[in-house]
């Protein structure tokens, strides 16, 4: 099973070898366990749960990174033509690159956790602290809010006070108009007259408006008495909610920030987070620092070849095909010159055939209907001689056949030598010969 884990078969590992895969084996079950371990109590941490509810994430954080691991096992390297022709092998690829990030993060992840774990006590002060700050800037901007509002409402307050005296000033104004009006002066005429009425409005207007400020100066007034009397239990009712919600912010983050202020604070603390990251990256990384180990086996070097020896086949494979394209391709205009020579050769030859056939027959019918002709004259002639018994004109015999009177062949036996080997030669007789017909020519 740890064989299987490290991503061989062990009925084709050697000896030699086996000790080597179980090691990786045991590496990336390692692995697993503390990523299990780093994926719980980062989720506790985070989520504020136990460890219990938070181990369904580290099993899934562990399988993550059991797989990653087995995955990059199972890549092997490779040979490739170097720049100088000569054969090399690859070089890690995207895969390991990958791995690698996400073997740091991890560390650094469960580095953090275990660190939260180790200096709690000192980190709770330091939240403690972060708290109270956070309360105090709050605070601080709520008194500045405050201020502002104040400073608005008071101001507020002596613009319409200003308003009320210059209310006031033009009361006094008219009235003392109004008096001159009645009383008479050396700037007004004496008596109640039209003067008079229009002053005495214009009076009564005044009046009014510094009634109206007066009322708005009032109401100025007692908002701004009621913002100070109550601006302190404002304060104390936001300082509360101000501290609950700084309490409540006690999640990863706002520890990382106390551990980061300890880590300022003393250095022993960074020197330990340094420490305890490089031991844990080191225990992440160890299935894939051991690849380098498994890559050097004679079971990886033969598969190495194997596979080299597959890949060299096809490209061989398909080098000849296309080679045997490109020569089928330029041979092709050859060979179809080749054929329609062929063809017209072909074609001149069933011409020349066909019209020796048709010359022979036409000659065989031509002899044929020539015989055809001689022997119906022949037949006809022998007809009329006999019709009408006319003697033939003896003709000069063409062979020893001997013929009657008129002409035709005797049916008399001829005699025969005493030897029995052939006709008896007749003395003074010409020698019989077969009548002599000339071939029948079969072409030209």
């Not at 090399?88 to 993060?105: H, K, L, N, Q, Y």
């Not at 890949?311 to 080679?323: F, I, P």
């Not at 022979?360 to 001689?374: K, P, Q, V, Y």
Request: glycine share 8%; with cysteine.
């Amino acid at each position: 099973m740890l064989v299987y884990f490290a991503g061989a078969q062990a009925r084709f590992l050697p000896p030699v070898d086996r000790a080597r895969f179980v090691t990786a084996g045991i590496l990336m079950l390692l692995t697993a366990v503390l990523a299990t371990y780093a994926g719980a109590t980062v989720a506790a941490v985070g989520f504020g749960t136990g460890m219990a509810r938070a181990l369904p994430y580290g099993l899934f954080y562990a399988l993550f990174i059991f797989f990653i691991d087995r995955s990059v096992l199972l890549t092997q390297t490779s040979y490739r033509y170097g720049k100088d022709g000569t054969v090399e092998t690859t070089r890690p690829g995207f895969s390991m690159t990958v791995r690698v990030f996400i073997a740091i993060c991890g560390a650094v992840l469960v580095g953090e956790a275990v660190l939260l774990r180790i200096f709690e006590t000192s980190i709770a002060a330091r939240v403690t602290e972060i708290q109270q700050e956070e309360t105090g800037r709050m605070l601080a901007a709520w008194d500045v809010n405050q201020e502002g509002e104040l400073a608005a409402r008071t101001a507020d307050l002596a613009a319409k006070q200003k308003r009320l005296d210059a209310a006031n000033a033009l009361v006094e104004s008219k009235t003392a108009e109004v008096n001159c009006q009645l009383t008479g002066g050396p700037s007004c005429l004496g008596g109640a007259g039209p003067v008079y009425e229009i002053k005495l409005g214009e009076l009564a207007a005044a009046t009014g408006a510094v009634t109206e400020a007066a009322r708005l100066r009032n109401a100025a007034q007692a908002g701004l008495d009621e913002f100070r009397a109550g601006q302190e239990k404002d304060r104390a009712a936001f300082a509360t909610t101000a501290a609950g919600t700084s309490g409540a912010a006690n999640d990863l983050l706002m520890r990382e920030k106390a551990f980061w202020r300890l880590t300022t604070e003393d250095r022993s603390v960074l020197v330990w987070r340094v420490l305890l990251t490089l031991l844990l990256l080191g225990v992440d990384l160890a299935p894939l620092l051991f690849k380098r180990g498994l890559d050097a086996t004679s079971y990886r070097r033969r598969e190495r070849l194997a596979r080299w020896r597959d890949e060299t086949d096809t490209e061989v494979a398909a080098l000849q095909v296309g080679h045997t394209a490109r020569e089928r391709r330029d041979l092709a205009p050859v060979v179809a010159a080749r054929l329609a020579a062929r063809w017209e050769d072909y074609q001149l030859r069933r011409d020349g055939v066909e019209s020796a056939v048709r010359w022979t027959a036409d000659t065989a019918d031509g002899r044929l209907a020539e015989a055809e002709i001689s022997a119906e004259q022949q037949s006809r002639l022998r007809e009329v001689r006999a019709r009408h018994g006319i003697v033939a004109v003896p003709r000069e015999p063409s062979g020893t056949l001997p013929r009657d009177a008129v002409g035709m062949v005797s049916r008399e036996p001829v005699p025969r030598d005493p030897s029995g080997t052939g006709p008896q030669q007749v003395p003074g007789a010409p020698i019989a010969t077969a009548p002599q017909t000339p071939p029948a020519s079969l072409g030209p």
